[in-house]
């Protein structure tokens, strides 16, 4: 049965990092799109960033763009979020996803993901 599993997530000061991991089984993620969201305590879910089955294209939210960083690595099945600079309105859940790769655009892909994690909490507090 398809997996992902969300790891890294934790407790940081302002200003600090974190990487995330989105470890994904029974699947081969060489025809997904991966994508990272967030649910923040009373809000909707959002779109982070996403990364194409090739890795050639990615895409940020621009509440993260020049902070944030995506990454994969097929042959371990993990995606990466590496997060820099973050900030308290950076604290939600944050969410794995995958789609199977519809078109080149990440995005695109994404808009109706198949499959979720369950996600890891990010905590920016002084």
């Known amino acids: 049965q398809l997996q992902l599993v969300e790891s890294g997530g934790g407790l940081v000061q302002p200003g600090g990092s974190l990487r995330l991991s989105c470890a994904v089984s029974?699947?081969?993620?060489?025809?997904?799109?991966i994508g990272w969201f967030r649910q923040a305590p009373g809000k909707e879910r959002e779109g982070v960033s996403c990364?194409?089955?090739?890795?050639?294209?990615?895409n940020y939210a621009d509440s993260v763009k020049g902070r944030f960083t995506i990454s994969r690595d097929n042959a371990k099945r993990t995606v990466y979020l590496q997060m820099n600079s973050l900030k308290p309105e950076d604290t939600a859940v944050y969410y794995c996803?995958?789609?199977?790769?519809?078109?080149?655009?990440?995005?695109?892909?994404?808009?109706?993901?198949?499959?979720w994690g369950k996600g890891t909490m990010v905590t920016v507090s002084p």
């Open positions: 029974m699947l081969n993620l060489d025809y997904y799109a």
């Open positions: 990364i194409s089955s090739s890795g050639d294209n990615t």
């Open positions: 996803a995958a789609a199977y790769s519809a078109s080149y655009y990440c995005y695109v892909s994404l808009k109706t993901p198949e499959y």
